[in-house]
C-alpha cells in the first residue's frame, strides 16, 4: 500500500513549456485534490475531483488543467508554464464520507519554472 | 468565501514549555477542524482534529480545543520536544463540503 504518490518528485521548465504532474492513490479514495504551496501562503486549492471522470475549480485555477479519467489517478497539467507557477506542488486524497476526512498528501512536485 | 486565520506567524518556545497556536474561521457552517504538521521537506501529516459537536480532544501531549460561538479553535502542545519543530496548518470544512480552506501555517521552533 503505497498511499498516495506524485511524479516527478522535481522538475525545471522554461517559460512556455508545458508539463503535465500525476498523482496516484492505492487507497480506493472518492475525493483527489491539486494544492500548491508557497512561503507564508499556506496551501492552496488549484483544482479538486470528487469522483471519475469529475472536476472542479478551487481557490487558484487559472493557467492549470486536470483530469480524472481513472479513479485512483488525477493528473495536473501546465498548457504554457510561467514563473509564477513556480512551487511546491502536492496531491491530496481522502475517503468520501463524514467521518472519513482525513486527507493523505502525497511527497510534493518541486517545480521552478525559468 | 471561507477564510482560515492562524497566529501566531511564527513561534519559539523552550523545550518543555507549552506552545498554543489559533486559529479563527469564518463560515459558520464550518464543522470539521483538522491539524497537519509538516516537516522541512515533508508532506503535510495530519495530528489531530475536531468536530464542531465537542469543545475538546486530546492526543498525548496535543490538543485542541474549539469554541463555535467565537468562531475560533486552538492547537496546545504540551512538554515540547525538539522533534515538535515544523510549519503547523490549520483547516476547516464546512457541512457537506468536498473541499478544506487552509490557514497560512506557524512556524513553530523548540529550541534545546
Known amino acids: 500500500n503505497a498511499g498516495v504518490t506524485q511524479t516527478p518528485k522535481f522538475r525545471v521548465l522554461k517559460t512556455g513549456q508545458s508539463m503535465t504532474l500525476l498523482c496516484a492513490q492505492d487507497m480506493n479514495h472518492e475525493y483527489m485534490y491539486w494544492y500548491r504551496q508557497d512561503p507564508g501562503m499556506g496551501l492552496r486549492l488549484i483544482h479538486y475531483?470528487?469522483?471519475?471522470?469529475?472536476?472542479a475549480k478551487g481557490e487558484v485555477p487559472d493557467g492549470y488543467n486536470v483530469s480524472r479519467l481513472k479513479k485512483q489517478n488525477f493528473l495536473l497539467g501546465l498548457e504554457s508554464a510561467a514563473p509564477s507557477q513556480t512551487s511546491v506542488y502536492f496531491c491530496?486524497?481522502?475517503?468520501?464520507?463524514?467521518?472519513?476526512?482525513?486527507?493523505?498528501f502525497g511527497p510534493g512536485t518541486r517545480l521552478l519554472v525559468l | 468565501g471561507e477564510n482560515v486565520e492562524q497566529h501566531p506567524s511564527t513561534l519559539s518556545v523552550q523545550e518543555g514549555d507549552s506552545a498554543v497556536i489559533k486559529c479563527t474561521y469564518s463560515d459558520s457552517a464550518s464543522n470539521y477542524f483538522p491539524w497537519y504538521k509538516q516537516e522541512l521537506g515533508k508532506r503535510p501529516q495530519l495530528i489531530i482534529d475536531?468536530?464542531?459537536?465537542?469543545g475538546e480532544k486530546k492526543d498525548q501531549r496535543i490538543a485542541v480545543t474549539l469554541n463555535k460561538t467565537a468562531k475560533h479553535f486552538s492547537l496546545h502542545i504540551t512538554e515540547t520536544q525538539p522533534e515538535d519543530s515544523a510549519v503547523y496548518f490549520c483547516?476547516?470544512?464546512?457541512?457537506?463540503?468536498?473541499?478544506?480552506?487552509f490557514g497560512p501555517g506557524t512556524r513553530l521552533s523548540v529550541l534545546p
Open positions: 483547516a476547516s470544512r464546512r457541512v457537506g463540503g468536498q473541499n478544506f480552506v
Open positions: 475536531i468536530r464542531s459537536n465537542v
Open positions: 491530496a486524497s481522502t475517503l468520501q464520507g463524514t467521518r472519513q476526512e482525513t486527507q493523505y
Open positions: 475531483s470528487v469522483g471519475e471522470g469529475t472536476t
